[in-house]
């Protein structure tokens, strides 16, 4: 703390300080100047920018997932409505749709068959496609928490959304979200399960719970246990 002669006074004129009575500057004694007009605001422009680059991802892999389920035949949805309409009948494996087979387990067509009894092709198709872009952000999301621990949550949240569009086209990824598969919700669950933390701050979910739901609907996921 610098301490100041009486005769001075401590106001605050544009972060300088004024001699008392003399009406004179003294520049020489500036302890705490404002900081400069826009200053702040040059600060957090890259990221707001970044933030809105990260919208426009959003949007655009939105945009790209509803334009598909509205427009599209996802033939994967209409299996799994298929299965989930015949969990109680004995033809659940013997049954087709056209040419197709219903291969998943029984646990997965009861999953399937609350959706398939409530829901009509097209809001089961508008569903999926905003779960499976959700799914994906979290993967997204995960994959880079845990190759780059150092940018922590916000600043990874921040670089998901932006990579959102650019994960979407990957080919395996269009291919599941354009067809309506499950694959990316089941990815999400093993690699949270394994990779994450499991918990919510308060209770912490035993390890292979999520890999053991996702390999009760899907059979792949087994080489996890």
Not at 9 to 23: E, S, Y
Not at 123 to 141: E, F, K
Not at 165 to 174: E, G, K, N
């Given at each position: 703390?610098?301490?100041?002669?009486?005769?001075?006074?401590?106001?605050?004129?544009?972060?300088?300080?004024?001699?008392?009575?003399?009406?004179r500057q003294n520049r020489s004694v500036n302890l705490r100047a404002d900081p400069a007009p826009g200053a702040q605001t040059q600060n957090r422009s890259p990221a707001l920018r970044f933030w809105l680059l990260g919208a426009l991802s959003v949007a655009a892999a939105l945009g790209w997932a509803l334009f598909v389920a509205v427009h599209g035949n996802q033939?994967?949805?209409?299996?799994?409505?298929?299965?989930?309409?015949?969990?109680?009948?004995?033809d659940l494996y013997s049954a087709r749709l056209g040419t197709l087979y219903f291969t998943y387990t029984p646990f997965a067509a009861l999953v399937f068959s609350l959706p398939s009894l409530i829901l009509n092709t097209l809001?089961?198709?508008?569903?999926?496609?905003?779960?499976?872009?959700?799914?994906?952000?979290?993967?997204?999301?995960l994959s880079i928490r845990i190759t780059l621990p150092r940018l922590g949550p916000?600043?990874?949240?921040?670089?998901?959304?932006?990579?959102?569009?650019?994960?979407?086209?990957?080919?395996?990824?269009?291919?599941?979200?354009?067809?309506?598969?499950?694959?990316?919700?089941?990815?999400?669950?093993?690699?949270?399960?394994?990779a994450g933390r499991r918990d919510d701050r308060t209770r912490k979910l035993p390890l292979g719970v999520a890999t053991g739901i996702a390999a009760a609907i899907k059979l792949t996921p087994l080489i996890f246990i």
């Open positions: 703390r610098v301490e100041l002669p009486r005769r001075y006074r401590r106001i605050r004129r544009n972060g300088l300080w004024r001699r008392d009575g003399a009406g033939v994967d949805i209409d299996v799994y409505r298929f299965g989930g309409r015949h969990i109680f009948h004995p809001s089961l198709q508008v569903m999926w496609a905003l779960t499976n872009v959700a799914a994906l952000a979290g993967l997204t999301y916000r600043r990874s949240a921040e670089w998901a959304l932006l990579l959102l569009t650019p994960a979407l086209a990957l080919d395996p990824v269009f291919i599941n979200i354009g067809l309506g598969q499950i694959n990316l919700v089941l990815t999400l669950m093993i690699l949270w399960d394994l």
